[in-house]
């Protein structure tokens, strides 16, 4: 099995008073593909938005490829990310578009 190339552990993310996503435990192994499912507002694009660090998360940690992505030790503590930490991680996250709006140019 090894590491998983990505793990969601214990996540909580809220709006205000709206919790969308309580406790979320995700692992995903390196090569494999996983279609995330459920109703609209459920927090699918909740979940990918806190994997590009385009979202703070306000409980748990998130890690990818084995190191905290949310997350960095300092003086063996685990303390949230600072941007360079965040920026250093994220460089091994892509992202594709479902519309090809950034390169309208390009096929
Ligand atoms: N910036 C925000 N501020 C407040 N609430 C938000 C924000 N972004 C998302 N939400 C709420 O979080 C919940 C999850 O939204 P999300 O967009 O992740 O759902 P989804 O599963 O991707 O839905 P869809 O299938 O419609 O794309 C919804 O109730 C939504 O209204
Ligand atoms: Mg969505």
Known sequence: M???MVRFENVAKRYGALTVLDDLNLDIARN???CIIG????????VLRMLMTLERIDGGVIWVDGEPLTH???N???VPASDRHLRR???KIG???QHFNLFP???
Do not use: I, L, N
């Not at 109703?39 to 909740?46: A, F, I, V």
């Open 2 to 4: 090894g590491e998983p």
């Open 32 to 34: 494999e593909k996983v």
């Open 39 to 46: 109703p609209s507002g459920s927090g699918k694009t909740t």
């Open 72 to 74: 960095m030790q300092k």
């Open 76 to 78: 063996g503590q685990m």
């Open 89 to 91: 991680v994220r460089g």
């Open 95 to 97: 992202m594709v578009f």
């Open 105 to 107: 140019h390009m096929t």
